[in-house]
Each structure stands twice: as structure tokens, then as C-alpha cells.
């Protein structure tokens, strides 16, 4: 239940909830694309990627990208990313 709190209210440190384009990215990584497919899908850099999921790494209070993954899963109604 605490997962729900930290993506829909902010993170447990931070206390800031993800922006709508960091959950688009986290949602990518959750469908198991790679930055760069990510990117071309959002039609931003592979770089802007990588910058969104640290931000949320960091607002998730987690260590790596799995973490915040599974935290994300957990959340009911996450928004969906379609395949290029």
C-alpha cells in the first residue's frame, strides 16, 4: 500500500508524485523497452529518458530501475505506451 502512496502522492522523501511524462517513461521500462525505443516512441532524446527515470528513482526513494518498475505495476490505472 505504501508503493500506491509514494506514485500517487510523491515520493516518501521528496514528497513530490512522478510528473505525467516520467510515468509515460516508467511505464516503457515496464513494458520492457529499452531507453532509446522509449525515446523514439515520446520523440525525445535517449538522454531526456535516462533523466526521467533517475528523477523518478529519486522521488520513489528506490535504487534502481526494478524497484521503481515494481512500484509502478502496482499502481492501478497507469497510463500505456504503444510500440513504434
Not at 25 to 35: E, N, P, T
Amino acid at each position: 500500500m505504501l508503493a500506491a502512496v509514494a506514485l500517487s502522492r510523491g515520493s516518501r522523501s521528496s514528497g513530490k508524485a512522478l510528473s505525467p511524462r516520467e510515468r509515460q517513461v516508467m511505464q516503457g521500462r515496464a513494458s520492457g523497452l529499452a531507453y532509446k525505443q522509449i525515446a523514439l516512441i515520446l520523440k525525445i532524446s535517449p538522454h531526456t529518458v535516462k533523466h526521467h527515470v533517475s528523477r523518478s528513482l529519486r522521488k520513489l526513494d528506490v535504487e534502481c530501475s526494478l524497484q521503481a518498475v515494481s512500484l509502478f505495476l502496482k499502481q492501478p490505472g497507469t497510463p500505456s505506451i504503444k510500440k513504434a
